[in-house]
């Protein structure tokens, strides 16, 4: 077929809107979606069923038939996903090359790369047991449907360092219970403790609580360092759990709304933008809810995300002044643009909800629409 060339951006348009945009709203994206959901679950389960000698011997045949269907079903998804990368709004300053390139490295694109590999893999290696396994990974294709999961994996990322903290904790307490009951113990039991890899793998088990039980310590010392590992092996996961569990409480807190379009038509700052803009900043914008008398700035802290009332209103309190900001109005664009700390504190009056553009993003835009920029600016200039 004969595309023309101003038709193709207009069909990849469409294509990426229905791949990438509005899955809520469309139903051309919601049945692509509900088609490729089934897919991901029917492909596990007949690499599942595949496993089971009887059903392969009755059924090997279709089963692989229909493996192969959906492999070149979700390389059609992928060919056409990296296609669209240009349509993203946050890559569109890039070239059509880089920004599929950027877009190719994103974690979903990742995965859905990932979940080709095994027919390359049982292809390689046609009498391996252990490669119609890897199939079972497209099930991480559903990470793209569940909004929480995607929090999960940012939350896990934003947290690192205090999880890496965990990991480097947990292996100091089972070094040195292994060691200690490797000394105490290695004589007396040499089977299970006599050298320090038998020690770790019983201190890893009383830290996980997974077992151990199979080896009693037979001195008082020895049963005073296994209470002790136990109670360090409780800390040593509450840890970790505590982190990821406040972390996802706050980010769910963060999304409390969905952004839509007319909420953001509604903010006089972005009434007079096209439906085109208005559709991009629906997705870079973030919903939060703040109940009344929460801090959303502090005075003197690093700003780095601007915030526009969507309903509810906040109090902005400098050295010299105090000043009532309602629903349309928007705040902390000083710290922005002028990179210093924020210069006042703005607490909310009542339950009020913020769409949020992090810096980045408000960079960004008022590169791509002056006019918004010169407002803002204009703005500021008045508050300062
Ligand atoms: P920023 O300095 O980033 O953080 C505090 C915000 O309070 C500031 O940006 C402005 O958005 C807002 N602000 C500061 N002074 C005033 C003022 N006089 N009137 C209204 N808003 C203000």
Not at 12 to 38: N, T
Not at 173 to 185: C, F, G, P, Q, Y
Not at 356 to 369: G, K, T
């Amino acid at each position: 077929m004969d595309v023309k060339p101003e038709s193709r951006p207009i069909l990849r348009q469409r294509v990426f809107q229905i791949l990438e945009h509005g899955r809520r709203r469309e139903p051309a994206s919601r049945v692509v979606d509900w088609i490729l959901i089934l897919l991901v679950l029917a492909n596990v389960a007949a690499a599942i069923a595949h496993t089971v000698p009887d059903i392969a011997a009755r059924h090997g045949d279709s089963l692989q038939l229909f493996d192969r269907l959906c492999v070149l079903i979700f390389a059609v998804e992928y060919v056409a996903r990296i296609w669209t990368a240009p349509e993203h709004p946050l890559l569109g300053q890039h070239s059509p090359l880089g920004a599929r390139l950027r877009f190719a490295t994103t974690p979903l694109m990742i995965i859905d790369a990932l979940a080709l590999l095994p027919l390359l893999l049982e292809l390689l290696f046609p009498y391996s047991a252990v490669a119609p396994l890897t199939r079972l990974v497209r099930f991480l294709k559903l990470a793209r449907y569940s909004p929480a999961l995607a929090t999960l994996g940012r939350l896990i990322a934003n947290e690192r360092r205090a999880l890496l903290a965990c990991v480097i904790i947990f292996t100091g307490v089972l070094l040195a219970a292994a060691a200690a009951m490797h000394a105490v113990e290695g004589k007396i039991q040499p089977e299970a403790l006599g050298d320090m890899p038998r020690a770790m793998w019983w201190a890893a088990s009383m830290l996980a609580k997974i077992g151990g039980g199979e080896i009693t310590p037979l001195t008082p010392l020895g049963r005073i360092i296994a209470a002790v590992t136990v109670m360090l092996g409780i800390g040593c996961f509450a840890l970790p759990v505590a982190i990821i569990g406040r972390g996802f409480y706050e980010e769910i807190r963060r999304r409390d709304f969905v952004v839509t379009f007319a909420m953001v038509a509604r903010v006089p700052l972005f009434s007079r933008l096209d439906a085109a803009s208005i559709a991009d900043l629906v997705a870079i914008l973030r919903a939060r809810t703040v109940p009344a008398g929460t801090t959303i700035i502090r005075k003197g802290e690093r700003g780095n995300a601007m915030y526009l009332i969507a309903s509810g209103g906040v109090e902005v309190e400098s050295a010299i002044s105090k000043v009532r900001l309602e629903e349309g109005d928007f705040f902390g664009e000083m710290a922005l643009l002028s990179r210093e700390p924020r210069s006042a504190t703005v607490t909310a009056l009542r339950a009020t909800d913020l769409l949020v553009l992090d810096a980045d993003d408000f960079l960004r835009l008022v590169d791509r629409l002056p006019e918004i920029g010169t407002t803002v600016k204009a703005v500021a200039r008045e508050r300062a």
